[in-house]
Nanobody, 127 residues
């Protein structure tokens, strides 16, 4: 059974930090890219950061560059999203998702490309 288990959300003040974790099971981890998406109230789901597990390619949305860091631990089959300097506009439910990756192609950024999804974890940033 394929599972993506997201955790680490919570309530934090503006300027604070959180680290999200996404642990995968049930598929060949190396063959995938893992991305973090978020959906804020009244907005569409949008990609935040992505990492290709096999070759480590990374992509960030402009809105989080310099503040968020995505990383992976292959042995633990886990992808992390370190979020620093959080802003109220970062408030959203964060989801991790897995897409089978082609090493010669860019990592997909549209949610319809993704095969598997986690249940989401809520991040609330107070001002």
């Amino acid at each position: 059974e394929v599972q993506l288990q997201a955790s680490g959300g919570g309530l934090v003040q503006a300027g604070g930090s959180l680290r999200l974790s996404c642990t995968a099971s049930g598929f060949t981890f190396d063959d995938y890219a893992i991305s973090w998406f978020r959906r804020a109230p009244g907005k569409e789901r949008a990609v935040v950061a992505s990492i290709s597990i096999k070759d480590g390619r990374i992509w960030y949305a402009n809105s989080v560059k310099g503040r968020f860091t995505i990383s992976r631990d292959n042995a633990k089959r886990t992808v992390y999203l370190q979020m620093n300097s959080l802003k109220p506009e970062d408030t959203a439910r964060y989801y991790c998702a897995a897409d089978s990756v082609i090493l010669t192609a860019p990592i997909a950024t549209h949610p319809t490309s993704y095969d598997y999804w986690g249940q989401g974890t809520l991040v609330t940033v107070s001002s």
